[in-house]
């Protein structure tokens, strides 16, 4: 099994439509976008500004689900502590101007079917300890109170 994870961020305005994790039909690795953290940035404005994510559901149809509600006096930014989502998903600014800064990671794990001479090897040592170290009967003590 091998993970490789990069550090996203990007930022989202009113007038653009972030499109994140783009997957190819044939890969065959697992794809993970863990959100860390959604903030607004220098130039917002006080007002609400909501973050949807949009994704397609299990019989594809799109879905919009909104993930935070940013306003510069009470709320500027979110931890999101690595939500994680199954690309390929849009991020919009629903209501408000921005900008709003997103970071996360992409994590993408490749599993492999062959076991590795290290994988054997650890299952070898495994059986090693146990004969090393025989789980013995509790003794008992003869006493009577």
Same mark, same amino acid.
């Given at each position: 099994?091998? %993970? $490789? &994870?990069?550090?996203? *961020? ?11 994790? $783009? ?10 976008? %863990?959100?860390?953290?959604?903030? *607004? ?5 006080? @007002?609400? /500004?909501?973050?949807?994510?949009? %994704?397609? /559901? ?5 879905? &919009?689900?909104? #993930? %935070? /509600?940013?306003?510069? =006096? ?5 931890? *999101? ?7 390929? #998903?849009?991020? +919009?600014?629903?209501? $408000?101007?921005?900008? #709003? +800064? ?10 492999? /079917?062959?076991?590795?001479? !290290? !994988?054997?090897? @650890?299952? $070898? =040592? @495994? !059986? !090693? @300890? &146990? ?6 009967? &509790?003794?008992? *003590?003869? +006493?009577?109170?």
């Amino acid at each position: 099994m091998a %993970a $490789g &994870a990069a550090a996203a *961020l990007t930022f989202l305005d009113q007038e653009s439509r972030v499109r994140a994790g $783009g997957v190819e039909e044939e890969d065959d690795a697992e794809h993970v976008l %863990a959100l860390t953290m959604l903030c *607004l940035t220098e130039g917002a404005k006080d @007002e609400c /500004n909501v973050v949807e994510v949009v %994704a397609r /559901n299990h019989d594809h149809q799109e879905i &919009a689900v909104p #993930v %935070a /509600n940013l306003k510069l =006096s009470c709320q500027p930014m979110l931890s *999101l502590d690595d939500f994680q989502l199954q690309p390929p #998903v849009t991020f +919009r600014l629903k209501s $408000g101007s921005g900008p #709003v +800064r997103i970071t996360g990671r992409h994590q993408i794990v490749t599993i492999s /079917n062959d076991l590795s001479e !290290e !994988e054997s090897e @650890e299952d $070898g =040592s @495994e !059986e !090693e @300890e &146990a004969e090393l170290c025989p789980v013995l009967p &509790a003794k008992k *003590l003869g +006493r009577r109170l």
